[in-house]
């Protein structure tokens, strides 16, 4: 759901224009926008693979850290590798049931962050886990930042 001032907020957090649809999907107390999910299209057709997106600024500050700190690598090692592999599928899935099914061009491909396997993008995991998704990284993440879901 958007609050007015919304788009002015999240082009601000990501420092940009969106490029497509979206909904913000989780808020900070105050009603600021946390994570937003993308339409699978941007607005000139491009596959956007990135449902959902982190715009939290400590968030993402603290999950740099982590990333900087080889939490890319650790996330992957204590993930079972089968669980991940689910946890793209059914982002992917999720994602490419917005599509329109008169949809005949480019799709984005991957699953959480855009990849295919493994880990890429800490930020993309927590954005799902965040929005109530089942990531196993998501709430690896999650725990090393001491975060609790929205609601919780």
């Known amino acids: 759901m958007r609050h007015e001032g919304d788009e002015e ?16 999907v989780v808020r900070r107390d105050d009603g600021s926008p946390m ?36 939490g890319v690598r650790e996330a992957e090692a204590h993930t079972d590798p089968a669980a991940l592999a689910e946890c793209h599928r059914r982002y992917a899935e999720e994602r490419d049931a917005l599509i329109p099914p008169e949809w005949r ?9 855009g990849t295919r396997q493994g880990v890429k993008c800490l930020h993309a995991h927590l954005a799902w886990w965040l929005a109530g998704g089942d ?3 998501g709430a690896w993440v ?3 930042l001491g975060l609790q879901r929205p609601g919780a």
Do not use: C, F, K, Q
């Open 142 to 144: 999650a725990r090393r």
């Open 105 to 113: 061009g480019p799709r984005p491909t991957g699953g959480v962050g």
């Open 35 to 70: 994570v937003i999910a993308n339409a699978p299209l941007l607005r000139d057709g491009t596959p956007m693979p990135t449902r959902y997106w982190l715009l939290d600024p400590e968030l993402r500050a603290g999950v740099g850290r982590l990333e900087a700190a080889g």
């Open 135 to 137: 990531d196993p990284v």
């Open 9 to 24: 907020v999240v082009a601000s957090l990501l420092g940009r224009d969106p490029g497509g649809d979206y909904t913000v």
